[in-house]
């Protein structure tokens, strides 16, 4: 058995915040790296990113196989967070955009509208 599957049996047997920690300082910098890879250098977004997989490993350490490669789960579960992250990035963006277009719209048929009142009816 590996020394960060110990740790995690014991995180998942009694609870032990020390050996969460240890598994969080062994692991950090294979989580963070990897996010900044998959979200274009985004640091911000990757500290998020790393903050949600070690919070997840807490919620499922116990349904986590006895077998389980830690290091492979995480990276797995990072690029899974990471492609969740900039998907919903990518629809806000895309949201966003639409709702300037629309303001824009709406700009200027105000201005039409304002230019007719101003104008009047055109007379032939």
């Known amino acids: 058995m590996t020394d960060s599957r110990k740790l995690l049996e014991d995180y998942v047997e009694n609870g032990s915040e020390t050996a969460f920690r240890e598994l969080v300082s062994r692991y950090i910098n294979l989580v963070y790296s990897t996010a900044v890879r998959l ?12 903050q949600t997989v070690f919070m997840d490993l807490a919620r499922q350490a116990r349904a986590l196989s006895k077998d389980v490669m830690l290091g492979g789960w995480l990276h797995r579960h990072t690029c899974f967070v990471a492609a969740k992250a900039m998907r919903s990035n990518r629809r806000r963006q895309f949201r966003e955009r639409q709702a300037v277009e629309m303001g824009e719209s709406l700009r200027l048929c105000r201005w039409q509208w304002v230019r007719s009142m101003l104008t009047g009816p055109r007379q032939p």
């Open 39 to 50: 979200v274009d250098s985004d640091t911000h977004l990757a500290e998020d990113i790393a």
